[in-house]
């Protein structure tokens, strides 16, 4: 199975911060992959998909990059209502995985 | 307007088996490319893959617990269920199912609200 590597585990920022989460593939997935945020007691939110695509309904300030091995999540200027958990997907063959996880707590 | 609602107990003793029902609306199974997979959170932990079926009842299932898993669909009822045999407290998460277009690779779009199944005698 892929595995999904994801980086940092956990990160502290403040509103109006750019942060980035990377994600690290085991061996090559194209751009096969998904970035997801959820919050407390709720069900993920589909934000990017095949690696750079905005999911409809989801604001420009989230973006993803990244093809092969290595992704990235990239929040332009943080807002109070993106403080979650983040988890990257692939989906290029099955098992189908995910990343561990990123906590984005407010500093 | 796509929406998925999983039901099954809440509540399964070790030893037993879980079966899980994802009723869909929306879509349809049989549509070329459409897909549900099944996937679980621990209390505090991270998401897992465990088990998808497509639009030609191709079924997929995840490495370390496919021996226990069955997956399976009703496109007249817009159902897919899964079962878990030999329940664990281990087991114990909220168990999503979601909806995934595996032909367009356009991510997991589309979530059901998760149900909580605790494993305890």
């Known amino acids: 199975a892929i595995q999904m590597t994801q980086s940092p585990s956990s990160l502290s920022a403040s509103v109006g911060d750019r942060v980035t989460i990377t994600c690290r593939a085991s061996q090559g997935i194209r751009n096969d992959l998904g970035w997801y945020q959820q919050k407390p007691g709720k069900a993920p939110k589909l934000l990017i998909y095949?690696?750079?695509s905005l999911q409809s309904g989801v604001p420009s300030r989230f973006s993803g990059s990244g093809s092969g091995t290595d992704f990235t999540l990239t929040i332009s200027s943080l807002q109070p209502e993106d403080f979650a958990t983040y988890y990257c997907?692939?989906?290029?063959?099955?098992?189908?995985?995910f990343g561990q996880g990123t906590r984005l707590e407010i500093k | 307007q796509v929406t998925l609602r999983e039901s099954g107990p809440a509540l399964v003793k070790p030893t037993q088996t879980l079966t899980l029902t994802c009723t869909f609306s929306?879509?349809?199974?049989?549509?070329?490319?459409?897909?549900v997979s099944w996937i679980r959170q621990p209390p505090g932990k991270a998401l897992e893959w465990l088990a998808l079926?497509?639009?030609?009842?191709?079924?997929y299932y995840s490495t370390s617990l496919k021996t226990r898993l069955t997956i399976s669909k009703d496109t007249s009822k817009n159902q897919v269920v899964l079962t878990m045999t030999n329940m664990d407290p281990v087991d114990t998460a909220t168990y999503y199912c979601a909806r995934m277009n595996c032909i367009a690779a356009a991510g997991i779009d589309y979530w059901g609200q998760g149900t909580l199944v605790t494993v305890s005698s």
């Open positions: 997907l692939q989906d290029y063959n099955y098992p189908i995985t």
């Open positions: 095949a690696a750079s």
């Open positions: 079926i497509d639009w030609d009842d191709d079924k």
């Open positions: 929306g879509f349809s199974l049989s549509t070329s490319g459409m897909c």
